[in-house]
């Protein structure tokens, strides 16, 4: 399950600034300081932009935020537990995406690197 706080961070890892998510998700920059420091919430039309925005499914964002937002309900475990199976290949795919960062230049042409990013490719 992703949270607010992990959606976000994902997003300003790929655009350089909270500032620039912002912009993106289309909100005054003070509302995304709110929701990483306050518990405030992405709504479900700004996880959608979030989801596009990072190459995720509509569906492993959307059941992630209900999940999230039934916090303390009786449905929490169930919508957690969906959000997960949405989920699982999500760490590969970050994975691929911390490689590629770190993995500058050259590196990417090493075929030792291009092998390791192709599996986990298509473990995502």
């Given at each position: 399950?992703?949270?607010?706080?992990?959606?976000?961070?994902?997003?300003?890892?790929?655009?350089?600034?909270?500032?620039?998510?912002?912009?993106?998700l289309?909100?005054?920059?003070?509302?995304?300081?709110?929701?990483?420091?306050?518990?405030?919430?992405?709504?479900?039309?700004?996880?959608?932009?979030?989801?596009?925005?990072?190459?995720?499914?509509?569906?492993?964002?959307?059941?992630?935020?209900?999940?999230?937002?039934?916090?303390?309900?009786?449905?929490?475990?169930?919508?957690?537990?969906?959000?997960?199976?949405?989920?699982?290949?999500?760490?590969?795919?970050?994975?691929?995406?911390?490689?590629?960062i770190?993995?500058?230049?050259?590196?990417?042409?090493?075929?030792?690197?291009?092998?390791?990013?192709?599996?986990?490719?298509?473990?995502?």
């Amino acid at each position: 399950m992703l949270s607010t706080t992990d959606i976000l961070a994902m997003m300003k890892e790929r655009l350089g600034s909270y500032y620039k998510v912002a912009q993106e998700l289309g909100v005054h920059p003070n509302r995304v300081n709110q929701m990483r420091h306050h518990g405030g919430k992405l709504t479900f039309e700004q996880g959608l932009i979030a989801a596009k925005f990072l190459g995720v499914s509509d569906e492993s964002i959307i059941l992630s935020l209900a999940a999230e937002k039934s916090r303390n309900t009786p449905s929490f475990d169930d919508l957690a537990r969906l959000a997960a199976k949405h989920t699982t290949n999500f760490g590969a795919l970050a994975s691929v995406f911390a490689l590629a960062i770190l993995a500058s230049g050259e590196l990417l042409t090493n075929p030792a690197v291009t092998s390791l990013t192709s599996s986990l490719s298509k473990m995502a």
